[in-house]
């Protein structure tokens, strides 16, 4: 299947991003890379610690990946700014992963100050990618604001509680002009595959795998689930019907 | 509106009726519920939840787990002073006994600094006596402009500070304040704080408050367990922790779980907080507050924090020295005694043997 996902300059066979939150060791980090075949990891500034051994996620993730800092942490655009820039100080490239939350408790991003974040990042050469609550007039200022993607949340983050967003995931992809990743939620391969299905470009998950008894199989059957998912979606759902429809019951006498 | 003005509601609460309650039943139907309230949290402290320890901890763990993950945060304090002017019964620092006091000048704060980021660590808290005379805000000041150059997460336990204080130190480098009430029975309050500032009841016990109005990205708070009724302390607890939560939706909020130590003085406390008191106290912590952080220090001994780390906890202190200049020196008066001597590098690796990352950094300095 040629199917590529073009985003930021970049040329992706994958759709499917991970993180690097929440695992055991960083030392599996690469093994979940090739497990699961993703060509984007997602990484903490927060968390990135040069100097330090083991503890140093950036030594455990391979040159050839993309690298997607995010701004975790952010509670105001102004922080998330100031995040990004050092990330980008941090050579780690000019993709970021907007994140603004001023709630600690369900963890859900502000939209309002991730569309201000996203004009200034924007236009500063970041290819951003904006986590937002899934809202159609939001995802529309994000993409005059510059984004390069927006990434609405299918539940919230680490809740492992699957697509409770799809009808209003659903209308976004169906009216922005703009990739739609779907981001923190997912706790299921089945809903990744979902995701697929209905014309996601991308699914973003840590939890689903990181804290997997077996992050490995885990990774795999997420791997499988995006790729069937996104050949489902290419090859043309076909309708869904109420009830088996073998018969024409209103029209049946024209051809009597 | 002011926690005080629940807590003083709470005063007339029959917990010593209410506790004993609940039942087995209880217990078993509150497990299955996502999401407790407050009548939960009373029953999750209740005697009959401590009949059901292992229930409870099973859902504990994967509630963690799946709110934080398979990490643990890692921090050490740093002891500046121990001057203090308070008379507080159960303390070494308090102004009645006489040792030689210390306070360190910023090569020293420096020494100190460059010895503990030796280990790795780089979320640091920054711990005073109460002595507006000797450790005023402008000398809490210098230390954090020495402490940032080593350090990417400074925290300030110290005396209850102003907002318009918390937020000058916010400006230098600060982004979290830990604060404990010691006890929340304010008549037990008074018994215990002789003489001093920190007699002052409802200046503490606002002052968390204050610093997530000053706009901290982290707050902690506490009670002293053992100083009063272990079961009430930790219900109070839990239920500041969720005002501010609500208050404050940005700002993290944390639970520490200290438990009374032997000190210089003679003071016993009242309340006997035995191991299973405690655990039943993370839990109902942990079910309660899913977001919460929960932060274990070294006062706990080294065999029962290595078994309490699966339980709710979600930060601990590693390589403590409680003396003022620990850490270069030993000569000061230590706070407290500490229970668990292990170097960083010795919790680090008990953390990979348990299934844990230890996070040394999960923050940058943005100011």
């Known amino acids: ?256 | 509106m002011s926690f005080y003005d629940r807590l003083l509601e709470l005063e007339r609460f029959p917990f010593r009726e209410r506790f004993p309650e609940y039942t087995d039943l209880d217990i078993q139907r509150i497990l299955t519920k996502p999401k407790m309230n407050e009548d939960d949290l009373l029953a999750l402290l209740s005697p009959a939840a401590g009949r059901h320890l292992e229930a409870i901890a099973q859902k504990a763990q994967q509630v963690t787990r799946s709110q934080f993950g398979q990490v643990m945060q890692l921090f050490t304090p740093i002891y500046v002073s121990d001057y203090c002017v308070n008379h507080c019964e159960y303390c070494s620092f308090s102004y009645i006994y006489d040792f030689p006091r210390k306070k360190l000048d910023m090569d020293e704060v420096e020494k100190e600094a460059i010895a503990i980021a030796g280990t790795g660590i780089r979320h640091i808290l920054l711990l005073t006596g109460e002595s507006p005379k000797d450790s005023p805000v402008s000398y809490m000041k210098e230390c954090v402009q020495v402490l940032r150059k080593h350090f990417s997460s400074i925290g300030i336990e110290v005396n209850p500070l102003s907002v318009q204080e918390y937020h000058e130190l916010g400006e230098a480098g600060v982004d979290s304040l830990t604060l404990f009430q010691e006890v929340y029975h304010q008549e037990t309050y008074r018994k215990l704080h002789i003489k001093g500032p920190k007699r002052n009841f409802r200046a503490r016990l606002d002052a968390p408050e204050r610093g997530c109005a000053a706009g901290y990205r982290s707050v902690t708070i506490g009670a002293l367990l053992g100083l009063h009724d272990w079961r009430q302390e930790a219900f109070i607890t839990a239920l500041h922790a969720n005002y501010l939560q609500s208050k404050y939706p940005d700002c993290e909020i944390s639970l520490s779980i200290p438990r009374f130590r032997p000190f210089l003085g003679d003071y016993h406390p009242d309340s006997d907080v035995t191991d299973s008191a405690l655990v039943q106290v993370i839990l109902a912590y942990r079910l309660f507050l899913p977001r919460a952080g929960i932060t274990l220090s070294t006062r706990e001994p080294a065999h029962l924090r290595d078994r309490l780390i699966h339980l709710g906890v979600t930060k601990m202190s590693a390589g403590v020295s409680t003396a003022v200049g620990g850490h270069v020196s030993d000569g000061g008066t230590p706070q407290f005694e500490i229970s668990d001597g292990r170097s960083v590098s010795e919790i680090r690796e008990m953390l990979y043997q348990n299934g844990l990352q230890p996070v040394f950094k999960d923050w940058d300095i943005l100011v």
Not at chain 1, 9 to 21: C, N, V
Not at chain 1, 24 to 33: C, H, K, Q
Not at chain 1, 182 to 200: F, N, Q
Request: charged content about 20%.
């Open chain 1, 1 to 256: 299947m040629n199917d590529i996902f073009q985003i930021g300059g970049k040329a992706l066979t994958s759709r499917l991003f991970i993180g690097t939150g929440k695992y055991n060791r960083n030392t599996l980090i690469p093994e979940v890379i090739a497990a699961s075949g993703a060509e984007v990891i997602t990484v903490a500034l927060r968390r990135v610690n040069p100097e330090w051994g083991e503890e140093n996620i950036l030594q455990h993730i391979p040159g050839s990946m993309t690298l997607l800092p995010n701004t975790s942490g952010a509670r105001t655009a102004e922080e998330a700014i100031r995040i990004a820039r050092l990330a980008k100080a941090a050579d780690m490239g000019n993709w970021i992963k907007l994140e603004v939350i001023k709630d600690q408790r369900y963890l859900l991003p502000d939209n309002i100050e991730t569309i201000r974040a996203t004009e200034v990042l924007a236009a500063e050469g970041f290819v951003v990618l904006p986590y937002m609550t899934p809202d159609l007039g939001a995802a529309l200022r994000l993409r005059d604001a510059g984004a390069a993607a927006v990434m609405p949340l299918g539940s919230p983050i680490g809740s492992n509680r699957g697509l409770r967003t799809k009808e209003l995931v659903g209308i976004m992809i169906e009216e922005v002009d703009l990739p739609v990743i779907v981001d923190a939620g997912i706790g299921r391969p089945s809903e990744a595959a979902e995701a697929m299905e209905m014309g996601a470009a991308a699914v973003l998950l840590n939890t689903a795998i990181a804290t997997a008894r077996d992050p490995l199989g885990m990774a795999a059957a997420f791997r499988n689930a995006v790729t069937a998912g996104r050949l489902a979606y290419l090859s043309g759902l076909g309708p869904v019907q109420q009830e088996a429809a073998a018969s024409s019951p209103l029209t049946g006498f024209l051809s009597q």
